[in-house]
């Protein structure tokens, strides 16, 4: 059961694209950069997960600027994007919040990449969300 369970039909685009994903301890998980849709035989379809990674949101994007942002995307990861399926989803507040294990086994290398390259080095960076 999914927090959209009650809602038919939704969205997509105000709902769940580019909402940032949390575990439901508090950890950072990245933001959602396409879902992955599965056909039912009636003509409607089903959002079957959630997808993090640049190469999912190239996908998205598509163009000129998709291929940038897959070209970009390959220096973070070498794998397909990560599956965040709808079972792990506990919340949807302005934020999704999935489940502690699906958030530490869900890794983010442009994330990490940006934390600790950018956001580490401003002073009081660390204190800032306390």
Request: charged letters at 30%; hydrophobic letters at 40%; glycine letters at 10%.
């Amino acid at each position: 059961m999914t927090p959209w369970d009650d809602q038919y039909p939704i969205d997509l685009s105000d709902a769940v694209l580019d909402r940032q994903i949390v575990g439901e301890d508090g950890t950072v998980v990245g933001k959602v950069d396409d879902v992955e849709l599965r056909a039912h035989g009636d003509g409607t379809y089903v959002v079957d997960a959630l997808l993090v990674g640049p190469e999912a949101l190239a996908d998205r994007i598509g163009g000129p600027m998709g291929k940038l942002l897959r070209r970009i995307g390959r220096g973070f990861r070498a794998q397909a994007p990560q599956r965040i399926p709808m079972n792990a989803i506990r919340r949807a507040e302005p934020t999704i919040v999935v489940t502690d294990a699906v958030a530490h086994a869900t890794d983010s290398p442009s994330q990490d990449w940006l934390r600790r390259t950018v956001i580490d080095r401003i002073p009081g960076a660390g204190r800032a969300s306390r």
